[in-house]
């Protein structure tokens, strides 16, 4: 299943105490980025666009425990840059997992047969492996040849070491129903990671690349020829149902940027780690002085052709807590 038992227990009473405060805005999952250095130049991220005075800041583990301890979530990504460039990475994920966090590290998988001795499998704790198309369409995107196949190679050492794996993969306007199917068909069926994440690029204001991102009908276009009742309940793709009918263009949502906030070397970054409005140095500030109404796809034009799931995860989710119908929907697609 996409999201183990006891997770979803977990993370289902964090929100359903949430809702029963009122809390207005707090975090599903927060993004944390210990360092903006990375070990690949992939022309659809901006991060490393960063001046070099920027990419040589790391975040300790004590910056990172703070931040989540500051705002309460249940759930981290680490993402970066690449992570396992940082030092202390390693302790950085025992100390979340040991306050029971659960914690997707995203990795490009350059290092991670390297690295992996250094990690302890444990409920609490993925692999996030970025996995932008097969071999080809994969070097491509990352601009440089082999690395889908290190990637491959990792995540099958990790599985073998009892690791949960999950994959995460972009789309762009290069790509057709069919090179989504047969990502997806690989990871699922001749990997058999635990759980797929997909998204639709977005335009980084800084990445190299700037014509090769996906408009919104093109969005929905491409994952409705794609996706298929048959495909989607054969994959286990690590979303809402309501966030799948998103991207088909089913439904429809309000951005909520509040629902996975940013944190960084930087601070904790307005409104989302997509786009950079300044930061703020407390949690507590984020929240209370950013105008997230400001933000979404109709109010700024930055946020026209974004369908990301930083943005719309938490609303198909808040959606879906709403509906007793769409609550079973989600309970039994996650089983």
């Known amino acids: 299943m996409p999201i183990p038992l006891r997770q979803n227990i977990r993370v289902g009473s964090y929100f359903l105490k949430k809702k029963l405060q009122r809390d207005p805005r707090f975090p599903f999952i927060v993004e944390i980025e210990p360092l903006f250095a990375c070990n690949l ?3 659809g991220c901006g991060k490393i666009q960063h001046p070099t005075d920027i990419l040589r800041k790391r975040l300790s583990v004590e910056d990172v425990v703070n931040a989540v301890e500051e705002c309460g979530t249940p759930m981290v990504s680490i993402a970066g840059g690449e992570p396992l460039l940082h030092p202390d990475i390693a302790a950085m994920v025992e100390e979340l997992i040991r306050r029971k ?33 097969l071999r080809e369409r994969h070097d491509a995107a990352v601009d440089r040849e082999g690395v889908f196949d290190e990637a491959v190679a990792a995540i099958r050492l990790a ?44 335009a980084y204001e800084k990445a190299p690349d700037q014509e090769h991102f996906l408009g919104v009908e093109q ?14 309940k054969k994959w286990r793709l690590n979303h809402s149902p309501l966030f799948l009918d998103f991207l088909e263009g089913k439904s429809d949502f309000q951005c909520t940027a509040w629902g996975v906030p940013s944190y960084s070397v930087l601070g904790w970054q307005r409104p989302c780690y997509l ?61």
């Open 41 to 43: 130049s992939c022309p």
């Open 159 to 202: 599985k073998q070491k009892g690791f949960r794996v999950t994959t995460n993969s972009t789309f762009f306007n290069t790509d057709s129903p069919k090179t989504v199917r047969d990502v997806l068909d690989f990871l699922n069926d001749d990997l058999g990671v635990d759980a797929m994440m997909i998204s639709p690029a977005y």
């Open 219 to 232: 969005t929905q276009k491409l994952f409705a020829d794609a996706f298929g009742q048959k495909h989607r």
């Open 101 to 133: 966090v659960y914690v997707y590290l995203c990795t490009n998988a350059v290092l991670l047969q390297r690295r992996i001795d250094r990690f302890t499998p444990s409920h609490f704790f993925s692999w996030v492996v970025h996995v932008d198309g």
């Open 275 to 335: 786009m950079a409005d300044g930061y703020a140095s407390t949690y507590k500030e984020l929240i209370e002085t950013t105008d997230w109404d400001a933000y979404g796809r109709g109010k700024d034009e930055r946020c026209s052709n974004c369908m990301a799931h930083c943005g719309y995860e938490p609303s198909a989710v808040i959606a879906t807590m709403g509906s007793l119908r769409q609550s079973l929907r989600a309970l039994v697609s996650t089983h």
